[in-house]
């Protein structure tokens, strides 16, 4: 077995450490490091970026990510990029306000909103992260943040908080991580999809000439299975067999679905 390369060697060394970054992060997923989810701005510390620019986080998140990637911790926040609320946030929509128009759902990086269009929406309070990114988009103005529940933002010390709080605040991250990343591979999915029926769309679509030889393909297609089947059955009909024409059939029936296929599918593109 060959031995991985030295390229190889540092991608692996570099998932790791972005794994281990991210681990830290409070998964609100808010943007207020100006990267698009707390995964990105892990990356972007392990190539050296600042580690103060998580909000959600604070000092707490500061000074563990400052111990693991072993460089001195700054003293506070950059105030550039805002400033740590003192208790969790969450969203809340003023239901007999809204609308309906899914703008908010389509905006909310954890899928914690539920409604359809021309529906009430509301938020799932124990997957909403508080992130805000559902309130600019609101044609309304219907969403307010109010205080959540009386859990830390954070899980690292220092912090005056009981052990079950600590790992509460934990394990809605590490629910939040993976309703993120849920949410991002199913748009991608959806993206792909999207693509995919366009590049069909822009297909050319067929010449005359090429839609003609496609119904006479299919027609003699037809004919020769016929032709085979009326064979079969006069012979039959003296009390005889045709190995050749019963072995001949199944390939005359898939050829004559397949012609017709092809001509069902050009009369759509």
């Known amino acids: 077995m060959s031995s991985p390369t030295p390229n190889s060697r540092i991608a692996t060394v570099t998932i790791d450490l972005v794994d281990r970054i991210d681990a830290l992060l409070p998964q609100t997923q808010c943007g207020l490091c100006k990267t698009s989810g707390c995964r990105p701005y892990a990356e972007q510390m392990a190539q050296g970026e600042a580690i103060n620019h998580c909000v959600p986080g604070g000092i707490p998140t500061i000074q563990a990510l400052a111990h693991l990637l072993q460089v001195q911790a700054p003293e506070q926040v950059d105030p550039d990029y805002g400033i740590t609320p003192s208790h969790r946030l969450v969203a809340f929509i003023r239901e007999d306000e809204c609308i309906g128009c899914t703008k908010c759902i389509q905006a909310c990086p954890v ?159």
């Open 111 to 269: 899928d914690a909103i539920v409604g359809a269009a021309k529906l009430m929406h509301t938020i799932i309070e124990a997957e909403c992260t508080g992130c805000n990114l559902c309130v600019a988009p609101c044609p309304v103005d219907c969403i307010d943040l109010v205080p959540g529940a009386d859990i830390p933002l954070t899980w690292h010390p220092p912090q005056n908080e009981s052990a079950d709080a600590l790992q509460q605040a934990k394990n809605r991250a590490d629910k939040a991580r993976e309703r993120f990343l849920a949410r991002n591979s199913r748009l991608a999915l959806a993206t792909e999809a999207l693509a995919k029926r366009k590049a069909e769309k822009a297909k050319p679509a067929l010449t005359d000439a090429e839609r003609s030889a496609l119904m006479i393909a299919a027609a003699m297609a037809r004919s020769q299975l016929k032709k085979a089947e009326k064979q079969l059955s006069a012979i039959q009909a003296r009390g005889e067999t045709s190995e050749v024409l019963l072995a001949q059939l199944p390939e005359l029936r898939a050829a004559a679905q397949a012609a017709q296929d092809a001509l069902e599918k050009s009369a759509l593109a």
